[in-house]
């Protein structure tokens, strides 16, 4: 499985991004995609996921309520929508799929700048 993420860039506070990342290959292996992110001098966190078939979704609390997840069946693309971004959004952001409570597959990550 190969992961395609795109749509990163620098943004104001209170602005909004679109992450789209898209899959190719064995899809389906795929049970579940998600986004996580990486700031500087941070861990990796977990910022949402979506099943394959898109029933199902889940945020982290940071961002739930401004971030939504998304999936496009005809694409086998899920998208991230974030609105009303902060400072503290600043971070790469990557793409991730696999089977369930696995994420074995790993885009190449999107750096999202949020300026104050």
């Known amino acids: 499985v190969q992961l395609q993420a795109s749509g990163g860039g620098l943004v104001q506070a209170g602005g909004s991004l679109r992450l789209s990342c898209a899959a190719s290959?064995?899809?389906?292996?795929?049970?579940?995609m998600g986004w996580f992110r990486q700031a500087p001098g941070k861990e990796r966190e977990f910022v949402a996921r979506?099943?394959?078939?898109?029933?199902?979704?889940y945020y982290a609390d940071s961002v739930k309520g401004r971030f939504t997840i998304s999936r496009d069946n005809a694409k086998n693309t899920i998208v991230l929508q974030m609105n009303s971004l902060k400072p503290e959004d600043t971070a790469v952001y990557y793409c991730?799929?696999?089977?369930?409570?696995?994420?074995?597959?790993w885009g190449q990550g999107t750096q999202v700048t949020v300026s104050s």
């Open positions: 290959g064995r899809t389906f292996s795929i049970a579940v």
């Open positions: 991730a799929a696999g089977p369930p409570q696995r994420y074995t597959y």
């Open positions: 979506i099943t394959w078939t898109g029933s199902s979704t």
